[in-house]
């Protein structure tokens, strides 16, 4: 049984990373997944639509932009008549630097992407999630609750995630729409492996990545996207406000030297 069956999910950023397994998770319990993803994407929210089938949909789109999400929300109630879910999971993680030498154009940038995109595909898809009785996902981050060296904006943006996912919750309750987050720690994407290159001993960040999560290793997006597939589904029907780690228990506290 396909448990997102019929489902129309917006996504965005799901032409990479953890977005792009969770488009393919989606797309095999049944959803029709539509990708909002920028022109810069190394693949094209288009072409993984095409991968993913007919029934799928692609749509150029900065998520910073008001105009670009209030026109990609619209084709898609255009071309399915509804939407059930928004998965704002666009986000970016740089500059890797402290505070003080953040510009004021990386700043604004990491708000932008990362937390005015929410603004946007709340403000444009939130009649359509009265009506379906939906829900909204975020991609959130475990450095949002405990902290970053050298990326306090970042970081910044995605406690700030946290936050909004629970006043939203509040909110949106008494219209049955469920809003949640997930809270991965490490994750194999292009980012984190170009991140990796970045790191002044590329040769042991494998090792630490696999050491900061206590059962052993650092995952594939595939363990994020099945984390949200329930979250979307009717199995957490009754669940909203949450911030779930999916993490492998990177947060749990200090652990013995091995």
């Given at each position: 049984?396909?448990?997102?069956?019929?489902?129309?999910?917006?996504?965005?950023?799901?032409?990479?990373?953890?977005?792009?397994?969770?488009?393919?998770?989606?797309?095999?319990?049944?959803?029709?997944?539509?990708?909002?993803?920028?022109?810069?994407?190394?693949?094209?929210?288009?072409?993984?639509?095409?991968?993913?089938?007919?029934?799928?949909?692609?749509?150029?789109?900065?998520?910073?932009?008001?105009?670009?999400?209030?026109?990609?929300?619209?084709?898609?109630?255009?071309?399915?008549?509804?939407?059930?879910?928004?998965?704002?999971?666009?986000?970016?993680?740089?500059?890797?630097?402290?505070?003080?030498?953040?510009?004021?154009?990386?700043?604004?940038?990491?708000?932008?992407?990362?937390?005015?995109?929410?603004?946007?595909?709340?403000?444009?898809?939130?009649?359509?999630?009265?009506?379906?009785?939906?829900?909204?996902?975020n991609t959130s981050s475990l450095v949002g609750e405990i902290g970053q060296e050298n990326h306090a904006a970042y970081t910044a943006t995605k406690g700030a995630m946290n936050a909004l996912t629970k006043s939203m919750a509040l909110d949106y309750a008494p219209y049955k729409i469920r809003v949640n987050a997930v809270s991965p720690a490490g994750v194999w994407t292009t980012t984190l492996r170009?991140?990796?290159?970045?790191?002044?001993?590329?040769?042991?960040?494998?090792?630490?990545?696999?050491?900061?999560?206590?059962?052993?290793?650092?995952?594939?997006?595939?363990?994020?996207?099945?984390?949200?597939?329930?979250?979307?589904?009717?199995?957490?029907?009754?669940?909203?406000?949450?911030?779930?780690?999916?993490?492998?228990?990177?947060?749990?506290?200090?652990?013995?030297?091995?």
């Amino acid at each position: 049984m396909q448990i997102l069956s019929d489902k129309v999910i917006f996504l965005t950023g799901g032409s990479m990373g953890i977005g792009l397994a969770c488009a393919k998770a989606y797309a095999a319990e049944g959803a029709n997944v539509v990708i909002a993803a920028t022109a810069s994407s190394h693949i094209s929210a288009e072409e993984v639509a095409t991968q993913l089938g007919k029934k799928h949909h692609g749509i150029t789109c900065d998520v910073s932009n008001s105009s670009d999400v209030e026109r990609a929300i619209g084709q898609t109630i255009e071309k399915y008549g509804k939407i059930d879910a928004i998965h704002n999971n666009a986000g970016i993680a740089m500059p890797s630097k402290p505070l003080h030498e953040t510009s004021d154009i990386e700043w604004q940038r990491l708000m932008d992407v990362n937390l005015k995109s929410v603004l946007f595909t709340t403000r444009f898809g939130f009649e359509e999630l009265k009506k379906s009785k939906g829900c909204i996902l975020n991609t959130s981050s475990l450095v949002g609750e405990i902290g970053q060296e050298n990326h306090a904006a970042y970081t910044a943006t995605k406690g700030a995630m946290n936050a909004l996912t629970k006043s939203m919750a509040l909110d949106y309750a008494p219209y049955k729409i469920r809003v949640n987050a997930v809270s991965p720690a490490g994750v194999w994407t292009t980012t984190l492996r170009n991140w990796k290159e970045e790191q002044p001993d590329p040769s042991s960040i494998e090792k630490y990545l696999d050491d900061i999560h206590p059962l052993g290793y650092c995952p594939d997006g595939d363990v994020i996207a099945d984390a949200c597939v329930f979250l979307l589904s009717d199995k957490a029907r009754f669940i909203t406000g949450t911030i779930l780690p999916v993490s492998g228990g990177a947060e749990l506290g200090y652990r013995a030297i091995r």
